[in-house]
């Protein structure tokens, strides 16, 4: 089944409860179902600049009662937005960048994996200096990631990997111009590959990009709409959903329908959020979809869970 058309989906908050709060600065949040449980990762810090990151692993039985699973930290580096990848062989991964340097930060990507997410291994760096990877998923044997330069020339790469930690440049130039960043990616079930890519450059109107195995060769639509954060999750009834920030009007975190034949992003519904939000993590549990997503709409800087119901 493919990607189906809007069809008038509708979208409504249900609950949303205040799961991060602890440091100063609490953000860039992804969402994941392992083992039964519930795993919210994000960064935890003094700013959203600062060099202190470390990334904090909540977990929770049941979506509203949530405790500290783990913290990833490597000494002298600023780990930042952390994404997990489910793996075949029922292991959890990370991927996050690790910031060195003063003034000009320089960004390698680096991995930790947990049997049960609450063990985690040390982060090692994978792929290329420079190029961050932002987020993977797999899709039959092999796990896909898209990656950015973070330096001139800006572009964004695809990458596979058999295992999950040897990346291999799969397309070296898989969109430039614009300066491509963040991305969403899901693969559905005939195979297709979407990605929604963020653009920071030129118009800064996200893409959407298409193909078929074995993802060599991409098509691309202009979104016409500037977004942050994105994250793409596909429904067991085929409708695709992003999460992203829109900044059309007032600064939000919003869940959207992606209409991928006729590219097309129409927002549902905004969360509570404001000011410095975004980057969620979804998940379709329960006939409710679970939104992780940060914001500042209430003073500090803080993590959210968010239930939103759909209907249509």
Same mark, same amino acid.
């Given at each position: 089944?493919?990607?189906?058309?809007?069809?008038?989906?509708?979208?409504?908050?249900?609950?949303?409860?205040?799961?991060?709060?602890?440091?100063? &600065?609490?953000?860039?949040?992804?969402?994941?179902? &392992?083992?039964?449980?519930?795993?919210?990762?994000?960064?935890?810090?003094?700013? &959203?600049?600062?060099?202190?990151?470390?990334?904090?692993?909540?977990?929770?039985?049941?979506?509203?009662?949530?405790?500290?699973?783990?913290?990833?930290?490597?000494?002298?580096? +600023?780990?930042?937005?952390?994404?997990?990848?489910?793996?075949? +062989?029922?292991?959890?991964?990370?991927?996050?960048?690790?910031?060195?340097?003063?003034?000009?930060?320089?960004?390698?990507?680096?991995?930790?994996?947990?049997? +049960?997410?609450?063990?985690?291994?040390?982060?090692?760096?994978?792929?290329?200096?420079?190029?961050?990877?932002?987020?993977?998923?797999?899709?039959?044997?092999?796990?896909?990631?898209?990656?950015?330069?973070?330096? /001139?020339?800006?572009?964004?790469?695809?990458?596979?990997?058999?295992?999950?930690?040897?990346?291999?440049?799969?397309?070296?130039?898989?969109?430039?111009?614009?300066?491509?960043?963040?991305?969403?990616?899901?693969?559905?079930?005939? $195979?297709?590959?979407?990605?929604?890519?963020?653009?920071?450059?030129?118009?800064?109107?996200?893409?959407?990009?298409?193909?078929?195995?074995?993802?060599?060769?991409?098509?691309?639509? +202009?979104?016409?709409?500037?977004?942050?954060?994105?994250? =793409?999750?596909?429904?067991?009834? $085929?409708? =695709?959903?992003?999460?992203?920030?829109?900044? /059309?009007?007032?600064?939000?975190?919003?869940?959207?329908?992606?209409?991928?034949?006729?590219?097309?992003?129409?927002?549902?519904?905004?969360?509570?959020?404001?000011? /410095?939000?975004?980057?969620?993590?979804?998940?379709? &549990?329960?006939?409710?979809?679970?939104?992780?997503?940060?914001?500042?709409?209430?003073?500090?800087?803080?993590?959210? =869970?968010?239930?939103?119901?759909?209907? $249509?």
């Amino acid at each position: 089944m493919t990607s189906s058309p809007t069809r008038h989906t509708t979208a409504a908050v249900t609950a949303v409860h205040r799961i991060g709060d602890s440091a100063p &600065h609490s953000a860039f949040t992804d969402l994941v179902r &392992h083992s039964g449980s519930w795993f919210c990762a994000f960064r935890e810090a003094r700013t &959203h600049l600062s060099d202190d990151g470390v990334i904090r692993v909540l977990t929770s039985t049941d979506g509203r009662s949530w405790r500290s699973a783990a913290v990833v930290r490597q000494e002298g580096v +600023d780990l930042r937005d952390p994404r997990f990848v489910p793996r075949p +062989d029922g292991r959890l991964q990370l991927l996050a960048a690790a910031a060195t340097g003063e003034g000009t930060k320089t960004f390698r990507t680096v991995t930790a994996l947990s049997a +049960d997410g609450q063990t985690w291994g040390d982060p090692v760096p994978v792929g290329e200096p420079g190029v961050w990877v932002w987020r993977a998923a797999w899709q039959d044997d092999a796990m896909y990631g898209v990656g950015y330069a973070t330096r /001139d020339p800006r572009f964004a790469r695809l990458y596979r990997s058999e295992d999950g930690i040897d990346l291999e440049p799969w397309v070296p130039t898989l969109f430039e111009g614009g300066y491509p960043n963040e991305s969403g990616l899901v693969f559905e079930p005939d $195979g297709t590959a979407v990605c929604l890519l963020r653009r920071d450059g030129d118009s800064a109107s996200a893409q959407l990009g298409r193909a078929r195995p074995p993802y060599r060769d991409w098509t691309w639509t +202009d979104l016409g709409v500037q977004v942050g954060g994105p994250t =793409l999750l596909q429904l067991p009834d $085929g409708r =695709l959903l992003a999460g992203v920030r829109l900044l /059309d009007g007032a600064v939000r975190t919003a869940i959207c329908a992606v209409d991928a034949e006729r590219g097309e992003l129409t927002e549902l519904v905004a969360l509570p959020s404001g000011g /410095d939000t975004s980057y969620p993590g979804l998940v379709w &549990h329960d006939d409710l979809l679970w939104v992780s997503y940060y914001s500042s709409h209430e003073e500090r800087t803080c993590v959210y =869970l968010a239930e939103v119901s759909l209907s $249509g």
